[in-house]
Nanobody
Framework: QVQVVESGGGLGQAGGSLRLSCEAS????????MGWFRQAPGKEREFVAA????????YFADSVKGRFTISRGNAKNTIYLQLNNLKPEDTAVYYC???????????????????WGQGTQVTVSS
């Protein structure tokens, strides 16, 4: 069973940048589709970005498109979420998730991800 652990995050300023990392470990940890989701206080968990095999196709939520980037490290078991041009509304707990998708159109659906990290807090001040 694969496990994922997030790192990074913290406090950022509006217009600034932060980087989150997510490392997958365990059996076949390099063979998973990976995604980032976030949950702000009082709100539902929402999709942020995903990187999907084969070929590492990338998906973004409209709210972060053009500001965030997602990439996979050379070791393939680590992904990164670069948060640029931060906004106060980006404040949330960010979760990394892993799965093996049958239908890549499910990349944005939290219910399709089987393994979740503990989350890392991102707070953006105005």
């Amino acid at each position: 069973q694969v496990q994922v652990v997030e790192s990074g995050g913290g406090l950022g300023q509006a217009g600034g940048s932060l980087r989150l990392s997510c490392e997958a470990s365990g059996r076949s940890s390099t063979n998973y589709d990976m995604g980032w989701f976030r949950q702000a206080p009082g709100k539902e968990r929402e999709f942020v970005a995903a990187i999907i095999r084969p070929g590492d196709d990338i998906y973004f939520a409209d709210s972060v498109k053009g500001r965030f980037t997602i990439s996979r490290g050379n070791a393939k078991n680590t992904i990164y979420l670069q948060l640029n041009n931060l906004k106060p509304e980006d404040t949330a707990v960010y979760y990394c998730a892993a799965t093996i998708l049958v239908d890549r159109s499910d990349a944005t659906r939290a219910s399709k991800y089987k393994v979740w990290g503990q989350g890392t807090q991102v707070t953006v001040s105005s």
